[in-house]
């Protein structure tokens, strides 16, 4: 009878044990971040910019790309100063720095983004004929 009690204990206690090193969390986790609507400068929402949010201590970097209707949202970002970078083909990155993202809230950002100057390369090829210059006396 006192080896079973002996027993049933230490599988409650492996038991318990397991749960408890199941139940902790692998790595710190933050409900903070930033959010908001890209547009361009007459107010249109631009889809599928790129945003870039780097931790200006730790240099940790997150992305995230704008949906349909121009919204980013970037969670579990630590507490801290970040810069927040954001470019769309046709327009002018936007950044701004030193955006303090504190525990626990969502940080909004207003990025409105300029049309940019659509740069072209354009690289001419052209063979060109040998042409005879001497004159010949007839």
């Known amino acids: 009878m006192v080896s079973t009690l002996r027993l049933v204990g230490l599988r409650g206690?492996?038991?318990l044990a397991i749960l408890l090193l199941l139940a902790t969390p692998g790595r710190a986790q933050y409900?903070?971040?930033?959010?908001?609507?890209?547009?361009?400068?007459?107010?249109?929402?631009?889809?599928?910019?790129?945003?870039?949010?780097t931790n200006q201590d730790t240099q940790v970097?997150?992305?995230?790309?704008?949906?349909?209707?121009?919204?980013?949202?970037?969670?579990?970002?630590?507490?801290?100063?970040?810069?927040?970078?954001?470019?769309?083909?046709?327009?002018?990155?936007?950044?701004q720095k030193d955006v303090l993202v504190e525990?626990?809230?969502?940080?909004?950002?207003?990025?409105?983004?300029?049309v940019g100057q659509n740069v072209a390369t354009v690289e001419v090829r052209a063979e060109t004929e040998t042409l005879e210059t001497s004159t010949s006396s007839k």
């Open 103 to 114: 525990g626990g809230a969502l940080r909004a950002v207003y990025p409105k983004l300029k």
């Open 61 to 95: 970097q997150q992305t995230a790309i704008s949906d349909a209707q121009g919204y980013i949202r970037i969670l579990h970002l630590a507490p801290g100063k970040y810069r927040i970078q954001i470019g769309a083909p046709g327009f002018e990155k936007w950044e």
């Open 31 to 53: 409900a903070s971040g930033i959010e908001g609507t890209v547009v361009d400068q007459s107010g249109a929402v631009v889809p599928g910019a790129q945003c870039t949010v």
């Open 13 to 15: 206690f492996t038991m």
